[in-house]
C-alpha cells in the first residue's frame, strides 16, 4: 500500500462511499493480509488508472489510514506485467523521503494484489501559477529526485499527475511503475517509456538513456506551470515526437528570461549537457527569486495573494508588496532573498471575461444531447473521479437582497456579502482576516481590528449575516479546513447569484456554479475547469463524476434532469450582468 501522509488536499475530507457496483463488489470491504492476518477496511473511493483502483484503506488495528492501491490478478496475466509490478513494489519499498510516497506494504490474495489529487488537478484548475508557487513545487520536486538519483533510481514518468499533493501542499513523487535502478556507473536503458508530452528525444530515438531524461521531464514541467501547457503538446501525437525530436517549442514572450533560461538547459537535445540533478536548486532561477514556506490549500483554485492591487478605499489599508512577500519562515523577515518585481508576482493570466460560462455551456450540451439516464446499463461508479472534487462550495447562504444583499457560507467556514451595490466582503474562517472586493474587482487585505471607517456598515452586516448562519442554518457537503495563520490566502468570491421558483444559483470567481434544488434539498456543483459534477443527493451523499463519462456510462433521472436544468441556468447567467439578478417568473 503506497501511504500517504493524510488526506489529499484536494479532496473533501469525507465523501461518502461510491455508489455500488458489480466490478466494486467484488474488491470485499475488509482486506485481509493471508500473511499477517491484518485486517484492513476499504473506505472511500480515491481514484483510478490504468488496471488499478485507489481506496482509502485503514488498518483496524492500529487505525492508521492509507492510500491502497488494488489491482485485478486478471490484468497482470503476462509475465511482464507481473515482473512490471515486481519492480515497482522493489523499488518503492526501498525508499523513505519527505519528498517520495512512502510505502507501507503490500498483500495478495486469489484475485487481488492490493498495495492522491496531484498537481495535474492543479494545473487544469488554474492553467499557468505563479512564479513563486512554480519555485515552490519545483524545489520539492527536485529534492525527492535528487534522494531518487542519489539511491540509483531513475522515476521515467515524471508528469504532473505523478506529483502528488498532501494536506500540507507537500510534494510527493509517486508511481514508480515505470522506475528502473542502475546497476553499474554509464549503464544505458533502452526500454520506450514514459508519458508523450513529457518524453525525452534519446527516449524516442532508442539510443539508451540514462538519469537525463528525468531532467527533461523537469524541463517539460516547469514549462507546463509556468506557461499553463507542456511545451511540445499538439493534438497529433506523431506531430508532438516530431516536435520532441526537433526541439521545436517556444517559451512565450511574458516569462521571465531567468526561468526561460533554466527550461531552456534542461530541454536540450543532448542528454549530457543538460544539468544534473544536483545543479538544478543552484541556478539563478530559484537563488534570486521567493520562494514560499509553505502554500495554502486555497492555490488549489485561486492564484495566492503575492501582490496586492491599490485600493480605493483607503490608500493607507493596501499593504506593501514587500511586507507580504518578505519570509520563508516568517511573513516579515526576509533572509538572502533578491528584491521582488511586481510582475514575477502577478497571477500570469486572468481568467476569461465570462468566467468559464461558455466552456460549462457546451460541456453540458454535449452531455444532455447524449441523453445519459436512457443508457442501457447504468454504471454511475465508473463516471466518479474524486480528483475532481471541488475546493469551495456554498454550505450556507440568506437572501437579504431586498436591504441589503446576499450572505453566504463557504465550505471552509468562511463567510462573504454580494451586497445590492456589487461590492463584495468576505471574513476568513480565522474570524479576523477580511477580503474585500470593489465593483471592479479590485482586492483589499484588511482586519476586523483595523479597516477605514467608510466599511464600518458593511462589516457589521456581514457580522450578522455570519452569526444568523451559524444559529440558524444546517451546513451543506462534507467539510473543508484550509490551515490556519496563512498569510497568502486568497477566496473565490460569489460573482453573481439568481434565484427561481426552483432554485438558487450561484456563481463563483473561480469558475465554480453552485445550483441548490428548494424541494428536496439536493445541489449540484459544476466545475468547468474540471469538465466535472459534483451531486449532493437527497439523503446529503457527496458524489463527483467527470462529465465525459456520464456521457459514456450514464447517469440517474435524477441527475440527468438536474443537468438539463443547470444548463437553461448557465444560459441565463450568461446572460446577465455582474451582481445580483432577480427572477419572479418560475422557470
Not at 60 to 81: D, W
Not at 102 to 118: A, I
Not at 163 to 177: A, E, P, S, W
Not at 425 to 442: A, F, K, V
Request: glycine share 6%.
Amino acid at each position: 500500500m503506497a501511504q500517504v501522509d493524510g488526506r489529499t488536499a484536494a479532496q473533501p475530507a469525507k465523501p461518502p462511499g461510491i455508489p455500488g457496483s458489480t466490478a466494486v463488489k467484488e474488491i470485499p470491504e475488509i482486506l485481509v493480509d493471508p500473511r499477517s492476518r491484518r485486517r484492513y477496511l476499504r473506505g472511500r473511493f480515491l481514484g483510478k488508472g490504468g488496471f488499478a483502483k485507489c481506496y482509502e484503506i485503514t488498518d483496524l488495528a492500529s487505525r492508521e489510514v492509507y492510500a491502497g492501491k488494488i489491482v485485478p490478478k486478471s490484468m497482470l496475466l503476462k509475465p511482464h506485467q507481473k515482473d512490471k509490478m515486481t519492480m515497482e513494489i522493489a523499488i518503492q519499498r526501498s525508499l523513505s523521503h519527505k519528498n517520495v510516497v512512502g510505502f507501507h506494504g503490500f498483500f495478495e490474495d486469489n484475485d487481488f494484489v492490493y498495495d492522491s489529487g496531484s498537481l495535474l488537478e492543479l494545473h487544469k484548475r488554474r492553467k499557468a501559477v505563479t512564479e513563486p508557487e512554480a519555485r515552490y513545487y519545483l524545489r520539492q520536486t527536485i529534492l525527492g529526485c535528487q534522494y531518487l538519483h542519489g539511491n540509483k533510481v531513475i522515476h521515467r514518468d515524471l508528469k504532473l499527475g505523478n506529483l502528488f499533493l498532501n494536506d500540507d501542499m507537500d510534494v510527493k513523487i509517486g508511481d514508480f511503475g515505470l522506475a528502473t535502478k542502475v546497476e553499474f556507473d554509464g549503464e544505458r536503458k533502452k526500454t520506450l517509456c514514459g508519458t508523450p508530452n513529457y518524453i525525452a528525444p534519446e527516449v524516442l530515438g532508442k539510443k539508451g538513456h540514462s538519469f537525463e531524461v528525468d531532467i527533461w521531464s523537469l524541463g517539460c514541467i516547469m514549462y507546463t506551470l509556468l506557461v499553463g501547457k507542456p511545451p511540445f503538446e499538439t493534438s497529433c501525437l506523431k506531430e508532438t515526437y516530431i516536435r520532441i525530436k526537433k526541439n521545436d517549442y517556444s517559451i512565450p514572450r511574458h516569462i521571465n528570461p531567468v526561468a526561460g533560461a533554466l527550461i531552456q538547459r534542461m530541454l536540450r537535445s543532448d542528454p549530457t549537457t543538460r544539468p544534473t540533478i544536483d545543479e538544478l536548486l543552484n541556478d539563478e532561477f530559484f537563488t534570486s527569486g521567493y520562494i514560499p514556506s509553505r502554500l495554502p490549500t486555497t492555490c488549489l483554485t485561486v492564484p495566492p495573494r503575492f501582490s496586492i492591487a491599490p485600493s480605493t478605499i483607503d490608500p493607507s489599508f493596501r499593504k506593501p508588496l514587500t511586507a507580504i512577500n518578505k519570509g520563508q519562515d516568517s511573513p516579515l523577515v526576509e533572509k538572502n532573498v533578491a528584491p521582488v518585481k511586481d510582475e514575477d508576482m502577478a497571477p500570469p493570466e486572468s481568467e476569461p471575461a465570462d468566467c468559464y460560462l461558455s466552456d460549462m455551456m457546451l460541456q453540458l450540451t454535449s452531455l444532455n444531447a447524449a441523453k445519459p439516464s436512457e443508457k442501457p446499463v447504468i454504471r454511475l461508479d465508473e463516471a466518479e473521479d474524486p480528483a475532481c472534487n471541488p475546493i469551495f462550495w456554498v454550505s450556507k447562504w440568506v437572501d437579504y437582497s431586498d436591504k441589503y444583499g446576499l450572505g453566504y457560507q463557504l465550505c471552509d467556514n468562511s463567510v462573504g456579502v454580494l451586497f445590492n451595490d456589487s461590492t463584495r466582503l468576505i471574513m476568513y474562517n480565522d474570524g479576523d482576516s477580511l477580503q474585500y472586493i470593489e465593483r471592479n474587482n479590485t482586492e483589499s487585505y484588511l482586519n476586523v481590528r483595523s479597516y477605514p471607517s467608510s466599511l464600518t456598515k458593511k462589516i457589521t452586516l456581514l457580522k450578522y449575516f455570519r452569526n444568523y448562519m451559524s444559529e440558524h442554518l444546517l451546513k451543506a457537503g462534507a467539510n473543508i479546513t484550509p490551515r490556519d495563520g496563512d498569510e497568502l490566502a486568497r477566496l473565490p468570491f460569489l460573482r453573481t447569484w439568481f434565484r427561481t421558483r426552483s432554485a438558487i444559483i450561484l456563481h463563483l470567481s473561480n469558475g465554480t456554479v453552485q445550483i441548490n434544488f428548494f424541494q428536496d434539498h439536493t445541489k449540484i456543483i459544476l466545475c468547468p475547469l474540471m469538465a466535472a459534477v459534483s451531486y449532493i443527493d437527497e439523503k446529503r451523499e457527496f458524489h463527483t463524476y467527470k462529465l465525459s463519462l456520464i456521457e459514456e456510462f450514464g447517469c440517474s433521472k435524477e441527475l440527468a434532469s438536474r443537468l438539463r436544468y443547470a444548463r437553461t441556468m448557465v444560459e441565463k447567467l450568461q446572460n446577465s450582468k455582474s451582481g445580483a439578478i432577480h427572477i419572479k417568473a418560475p422557470v
